[in-house]
Structures are given as C-alpha cells and as structure tokens.
C-alpha cells in the first residue's frame, strides 16, 4: 500500500515514507550540460537544412537532470533523444564521442521521416 501514497517515493530514488526532493546541480554541473546540450543541438543542425528545426530542452527533477533534444523535419513525425547524465559525470562533460553519435543518429531519423513521409512517388529532376 506504500505505493499509492504520494509519501511512498520512487523506488531507490528516496527512502519510503519520506518525500522526493529535487537534485540539485552546482553551477558547473548545470554549465557543463547545458554547453553538452548545446553542442548536440547544433551539430545535429549542421547535418540537416534549414527546413529542419532543431530544439532542445532541459528539465531537473527527482530522478537528476534530464535532456531532451528534438528535431521536427519538414514532412512525417518530430523525432528526439532523451537522457538522464549522472549526476558525477557533468563536471566532466559528455565526451565527443557521445555528442556526435546522438546529433547524427537524430539527424538520420528526421532524414527518413521525410523519406517516409514523402514515398518514392517523386519524378527525380536529373539522373
């Protein structure tokens, strides 16, 4: 019955009976994601046109930090990457590595949702 009450705290987040509090971020933390963020914002930019818009948010909650970065193609569905960075983490950075696999893995899923969305019902205008 712990669950349902509004005291019964998200399992090995907070301690049973006790309310969840937000995680709070040093200065540097929340620098150091929002640079992080920023980065995968505008690489994946530099992969699409302009027709795509690329955005981004961030949230800070009880579970730590949360980014979210979306990209609404011209045509077919919005496609976005979330993730939750640990805590320990930030002050370091997400490394390249990470940035530059997250921008162009949503960069290639906005592509297909116009590709989808569009069919192959094109007249290609040169071979």
């Not at 907070?14 to 963020?37: C, F, I, M, Y």
């Not at 995968?40 to 800070?60: F, K």
Request: charged residues 20%; hydrophobic residues 35%; without cysteine.
């Amino acid at each position: 019955m712990n669950g349902n009450t509004p005291y019964g705290g998200a399992p090995g987040v907070v301690d049973a009976g006790k309310p969840s509090t937000d995680v709070e971020l040093t200065q540097n933390q929340r620098q150091s994601l929002q640079r992080a963020v920023a980065g995968i914002v505008s690489q994946t930019r530099s992969y699409l046109p302009d027709s795509y818009t690329v955005g981004s948010e961030l949230a800070y909650g009880s579970n730590g930090p949360t980014a979210t970065v979306a990209v609404r193609p011209p045509a077919g569905h919005p496609v976005s990457a979330g993730f939750t960075p640990d805590i320990d983490d930030l002050e370091a950075g997400i490394g390249d590595d990470e940035r530059d696999e997250v921008a162009r893995g949503l960069a290639a899923s906005a592509a297909l949702q116009v590709m989808d969305a569009v069919g192959d019902g094109i007249t290609p205008t040169a071979r």
